[in-house]
């Protein structure tokens, strides 16, 4: 049976990541920790610890007092929150990856950590963006996920820490807002379609991106997790990706459904050069051949999920 900390579980991903988890493995097997004491509320099913990721000893108390054998570390200062204060998103991705590794290390567990899109630079290819290529990026937030990448597989070859990781596009969710990303506007869109039945857009038209919507993110999680390692070629980090789509793209599925939606472009100049250096879609098929990578969602079936469980939050007065 696995014990598992979840550290970052307030986040986007780590908000769903737990009752995920938590129903695979059983409530108390899996810990919540996460540095925002609101967060207590809201992991009532299991065990929730407050921490903050760079306290190396109350993170190693935590994995000593649950026996934990396994670490998903989901805590990160995304994309563009990480270009207003460059030293602070190394302090606390590099920080919390340290001391997940270190901890894993000395209390033999496996860890989880995603890398992102954003570990990809200008000079890599832009489109079917191999999974080995040049890694040149130009964002402090991709400098830490190259860097995360290369402490994984350092740790796996030098100490036999069990370390793996994806490599993920923008995540779209209903659960808890993403912020700060360059992404986002995929997930925010949603929201000005339903309440404002309009959308000013950061990205301009025509920027490509990868996508996934939230459910296949969590299998990804489980499945590279549970893949036999004898079939891992690769370990830190593999591309994953489920869609790729431009603004104007999302904006007419959601019009389809809602036909008096409008959006209108005011364009980000940081966000902008972010997506900009980032690929077009990614070639995920190490993912497919290795670990039997799969992904169900696209954006016509996405965009029906979201709408629904959007709609029924704001109906339901649960959103204003
Ligand atoms: N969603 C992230 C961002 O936009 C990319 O991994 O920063």
Same mark, same amino acid.
């Given at each position: 049976m696995k014990n598992i900390l979840v550290v970052g579980a307030g986040g986007q991903i780590g908000s769903e990541l737990v009752p995920h988890l938590q129903k695979i493995y059983g409530n108390s097997n899996v810990v919540a920790a996460d540095i925002? @004491?609101?967060?207590a509320d809201v992991f009532k099913d299991g065990p929730f610890e407050l921490l903050d990721a760079l306290d190396a000893q109350k993170f190693a108390d935590i994995v000593k007092k649950y026996k934990i054998?396994?670490?998903?570390?989901?805590v990160a200062l995304l994309s563009a929150t990480g270009e207003k204060n460059p030293q602070l998103a190394w302090k606390i991705n590099m920080g919390a990856l340290m001391n997940s590794l270190e901890i894993a290390r000395e209390f033999n567990c496996a860890v989880f950590t995603p890398s992102s899109i954003?570990?990809?630079?200008?000079?890599?290819?832009? *489109?079917? @963006?191999?999974?080995d290529t040049i890694m040149r990026p130009t964002t402090i937030y991709g400098i830490c996920k190259v860097t995360g990448e290369m402490l994984g597989d350092y740790y796996f070859q030098k100490y036999g820490v069990d370390t793996r990781s994806v490599r993920f596009p923008g995540i779209i969710s209903n659960v808890t807002l993403p912020g700060g990303?360059?992404?986002d506007y995929a997930v925010e869109i949603y929201y000005g379609a339903i309440q404002q039945k309009h959308y000013v857009c950061p990205l301009p038209e025509g920027t490509y991106l990868d996508m996934m919507y939230m459910p296949d993110a969590l299998d990804a999680c489980v499945q590279l997790m549970e893949a036999d390692p004898s079939k891992l070629k690769h370990r830190n980090s593999f591309n994953v990706t489920a869609m790729s789509f431009e603004p104007s793209q999302i904006y007419a599925a959601i019009k389809k459904r809602i036909p008096d939606f409008t959006m209108e472009y005011d364009v980000d100049p940081v966000k902008k050069a972010i997506a900009d250096s980032w690929?077009?879609?990614?070639? *995920?098929s190490c993912a497919r051949e290795e670990w039997g990578w799969n992904p169900k969602w696209n954006l016509e079936t996405m965009t029906d999920d979201m709408l629904k469980v959007i709609g029924e939050k704001y109906k339901a007065g649960l959103l204003k």
């Open positions: 925002n @004491t609101k967060c054998d396994t670490i998903y570390n989901m954003g570990a990809f630079g200008p000079n890599s290819p832009k *489109d079917n @963006t191999p999974q990303g360059t992404t690929p077009n879609y990614m070639d *995920d």
